[in-house]
């Protein structure tokens, strides 16, 4: 069935057809086709692909607490695998995801022992990082 035409550049040999609202799923069989007035000339299928995006929230770690914990939303949570800590750019930590509340928890207790130290989170979906974002430590030294 035809949804929409498309705007024809003629001298790039380019097409655009704005699609918003009309592709909504993946799985979706999505195919373009040429016309000359009402005879279709040619048709080819479009992949269609989702794109991810996630936000990750990591609150002030306080040197000595024992968990750095935070938020994290995203447009495919189920690609989420895990949570981890990492000091100085390696992963020292494998955190708990409560997938109900989108928060983590990661031991942290021993692991974080400097205010110098680069605290960051990441998210994961197998061994692919999704997001990656700083911690702040905060010293417990009034």
């Known amino acids: 069935t035809v949804v929409k035409n498309g705007a024809l550049n003629t001298t790039a040999k380019t097409f655009q ?77 494998n955190g708990a995801l409560n997938t109900t509340a989108k928060t983590f928890q990661i031991y942290a207790s021993g692991l974080v022992t400097s205010t110098n130290q680069k605290v960051e989170v990441a998210l994961f979906s197998g061994s692919t990082e999704l997001k990656r974002v700083p911690v702040s430590v905060v010293s417990n030294h009034h």
Do not use: H
């Open 17 to 93: 057809i704005y699609a918003s609202g009309l592709v909504t799923s993946a799985n979706q069989k999505v195919e373009v086709a040429l016309f000359n007035g009402t005879v279709e000339l040619k048709r080819a299928p479009v992949t269609v692909s989702v794109k991810k995006e996630y936000s990750l929230t990591a609150s002030p770690y306080q040197m000595g607490s024992p968990s750095v914990t935070g938020s994290y939303s995203g447009t495919d949570l189920s690609a989420i695998t895990k949570v981890v800590l990492l000091v100085n750019g390696t992963v020292v930590k």
